[in-house]
């Protein structure tokens, strides 16, 4: 199988004992390429270190995610713009409104969603979005922005019917599938019965969400076969087929063949 793990963050101090065995194992299971999303301006210089430790194998994003939209966020923000701008990134990610534990920067955190959203269209980059306790917010600043204009991916998608298909009216937007389809109390494989296979793409978000039957454990990209699984009961599709199916999805929408 050809995998591309499109949302990992393999930069985290959780790897950082054994990054090249993790690459490894990956590489076992099939996964050709990790696309790694940043966080923040704390984040950047350990994300480009692990890029230059296998460029064939990481492909970096640069993007403020919102929970490190604080009192410091026009800083944060204009430090990410910087890095942009003189770098070469596939993606502005991870991005997005987060509303699930904290609502105090709730307006500035849509300021900079959208002002993000801004800079994909300037540079012609897909985003990779964060969105919790806040789709709706998030519907609302792509239309304000430009749907037309924007492609992405909704990251760790695990919402309901109707946000689905409020998502899949967006022509040029995926739903990332990452370990939360493999939960018992997920309702996330039913939901997925009515969205065309075209329009996933699969990520571990490691080290964080790690499927059945490695709950409990550090994630990691070749748990990714896990969700492939998954993938293959769901849409009754052999797992070689839905190994080409995503990395074509994956491929189209990051433009990954031309990095």
């Not at 009515?194 to 990520?203: G, K, S």
Request: glycine share 4%; aromatic share 10%; with cysteine.
């Amino acid at each position: 199988m050809n995998l591309i793990d499109t949302h990992s963050h393999l930069y985290e101090p959780d790897f950082s004992e054994d990054l090249s065995a993790v690459v490894d194992r990956a590489l076992g299971a099939g996964v050709s390429k990790v696309l790694l999303p940043n966080i923040d301006d704390q984040s950047i210089d350990r994300l480009k270190k692990t890029y230059r430790e296998d460029q064939s194998f990481f492909i970096p994003m640069m993007g403020l995610h919102p929970s490190s939209v604080d009192i410091n966020w026009e800083r944060r923000l204009e430090t990410i713009y910087g890095e942009l701008i003189s770098e070469k990134y596939i993606a502005v990610g991870e991005i997005g409104i987060d509303l699930y534990w904290d609502t105090t920067y709730e307006k500035e955190q849509i300021f900079v969603f959208e002002e993000q959203l801004r800079w994909s269209i300037e540079k012609e980059l897909p985003v990779s979005i964060h969105s919790r306790n806040a789709s709706q917010e998030v519907l609302r600043s792509i239309r304000k922005v430009g749907a037309e204009k924007l492609k992405g991916v909704f990251h760790s998608f695990a919402g309901t019917f109707e946000e689905l298909s409020e998502i899949l009216q967006l022509p040029n937007f995926y739903v990332g599938i990452n370990g939360i389809v493999t939960f018992k109390n997920s309702n996330l494989a039913e939901t997925l019965r009515h969205c065309p296979i075209e329009r996933l793409v699969i990520e571990t978000d490691a080290p964080y969400l790690s499927p059945v039957p490695f709950c409990g454990k550090r994630n990691e990209p070749s748990y990714i076969s896990a969700i492939v699984n998954k993938l293959s009961a769901i849409y009754n599709l052999e797992q070689e087929e839905i190994a080409e199916i995503t990395k074509k999805n994956a491929d189209k929408l990051f433009q990954i063949f031309l990095w």
